[in-house]
């Protein structure tokens, strides 16, 4: 497999002080992560898998997607979302719907999923709040907003390249 240039370097290790910033930079973002899942599990009984799913489609045209345009919109490969949406779909969460066009499938939201993403939603917001911007003062919020921005359009492609169809 060949490399990309982008990931080669001249150095074989971090430097002390971007050791530092990356293991802060995991540390902080595993454990606000850890923090809001698991306030969303213990509160409504929805993994984060789950949440991510449910709120997409929730936010969605008639609260349905295409299951490749809900994998793009995730990030996940065909395999691992085929996968959760069989768990869900077990759960009475949502629904596949062949279209008739190839494989392709539509998810919808139930009225059960319709029902627990109502719940989650504000559950999400109140942990977001407690576990992430409430250790943050306004200035930071700010930074963060900003580099955020910046950053945005250098996300490099390969993290961005839907996977082949489904």
Do not use: C
């Not at 990309?4 to 074989?12: F, G």
């Not at 009225?111 to 989650?120: L, N, R, T, V």
């Not at 409430?134 to 961005?160: C, H, M, N, W, Y």
């Amino acid at each position: 497999m060949a490399r990309n240039p982008a990931t080669r370097s001249t150095r074989a290790t971090l430097s002390a002080p971007e050791q530092s910033l990356w293991r802060g930079f995991l540390a902080w973002s595993e454990t606000v992560l850890a923090l809001v899942g698991s306030d969303l599990v213990n509160a409504t009984g929805l993994s984060r898998p789950d949440f991510e799913i449910l709120v997409r489609l929730h936010e969605a045209p008639r609260n349905t997607l295409t299951q490749r345009d809900l994998g793009e919109l995730l990030g996940w490969s065909a395999s691992r979302l085929s996968h959760q949406l069989e768990r869900m779909e077990t759960r009475d969460l949502i629904t596949r719907v062949d279209t008739g066009t190839g494989r392709l499938r539509d998810v919808g939201l139930t009225e059960h999923g319709a029902q627990e993403i109502g719940e989650a939603v504000r559950v999400h917001a109140a942990a977001v709040r407690t576990h992430f911007l409430g250790s943050l003062d306004e200035r930071e919020k700010q930074v963060l907003t900003a580099l955020f921005l910046q950053l945005g359009p250098r996300v490099p492609e390969i993290l961005i390249r839907p996977e082949p169809s489904l």
